[in-house]
């Protein structure tokens, strides 16, 4: 069964620019979460959708969004960068049994350079 | 308060050693435990998980949750260099549980 797929794997833009990252889940996983590493915060959560419907969300700003489709494939969008954007933007997607969640399994991640 | 707190070392230990990480954590809805192993400049690969208390075992890896003082354990036996990384671990609420709460990573080095 393929993994967690993440597009772009890097990606170097402009402050004022937005970005648009890709990521495909775990066949069978409709929940997929994402994340922002960085040296020095590590793992923060930025949201998690499920049928294609946000159900969390972590404390970024609005900049910060996302989506899923039917098929579970999800997107995330960054407005304006920043240059403290910059970071790795991981992908995890789970199964859902019920209304449960299962463990969560991780995407290569896109790394993201802002100048 | 962190819902999950994690040594963030660096640690580093000699080939052979029987390495323990440790988190703890505060949330008692917490049923689910995981850990992760993330190389440099990859994305994190989960090792193992246990579901409420006790031990779990696979291979040179043993992960171990007590509830009763909210602490999770991993013990790698026999570590090797390519050990080297850095371990995440995780929590999950159980039932209802749809965010995953990570520790900030443990850094690993065993020197050959």
């Known amino acids: 069964k393929a993994g967690v797929t993440q597009t772009p794997r890097y990606l170097i833009k402009t402050r004022g620019q937005q970005v648009t990252l890709s990521c495909s889940p775990i066949?069978?996983?409709?929940?997929v979460s994402w994340y922002q590493q960085t040296p020095g915060q590590g793992l923060q959560f930025l949201f998690e959708?499920?049928?294609?419907?946000?159900?969390n969300k972590g404390n970024f700003p609005g900049r910060f969004s996302g989506r899923q489709f039917s098929n579970s494939r999800s997107e995330m969008n960054v407005s304006t960068l920043e240059l403290g954007d910059s970071a790795l933007y991981l992908c995890?997607?789970?199964?859902?049994?019920?209304?449960?969640?299962?463990?969560?399994?991780f995407g290569p991640g896109t790394r993201l350079l802002v100048l | 308060q962190k819902e999950v707190e994690q040594d963030p070392g660096p640690l580093s230990v000699p080939e052979g050693a029987i390495v323990s990480l440790n988190c703890t954590y505060s949330?008692?809805?917490?049923?689910?435990f995981m850990w992760y192993r993330q190389y440099s400049r990859k994305g994190p690969e989960l090792l193992m998980y246990?579901?409420?208390?006790g031990n779990k075992e696979d291979g040179r890896f043993t992960a171990q949750v007590d509830k009763s003082s909210k602490y999770i354990s991993l013990f790698i036996r026999d570590s090797q260099p390519s050990d080297s990384a850095t371990y995440l671990c995780?929590?999950?609420?159980?039932?209802?549980?749809?965010?995953?709460?990570f520790g900030t990573g443990t850094s690993l080095t065993v020197i050959p």
């Open positions: 995890a997607s789970s199964r859902v049994v019920g209304t449960e969640q299962e463990t969560q399994y």
């Open positions: 066949s069978g996983h409709r929940s």
């Open positions: 959708y499920f049928s294609e419907t946000q159900r």
């Open positions: 949330n008692s809805a917490f049923q689910y």
């Open positions: 246990t579901y409420s208390s």
């Open positions: 995780a929590s999950l609420k159980y039932p209802g549980g749809n965010q995953f709460y």
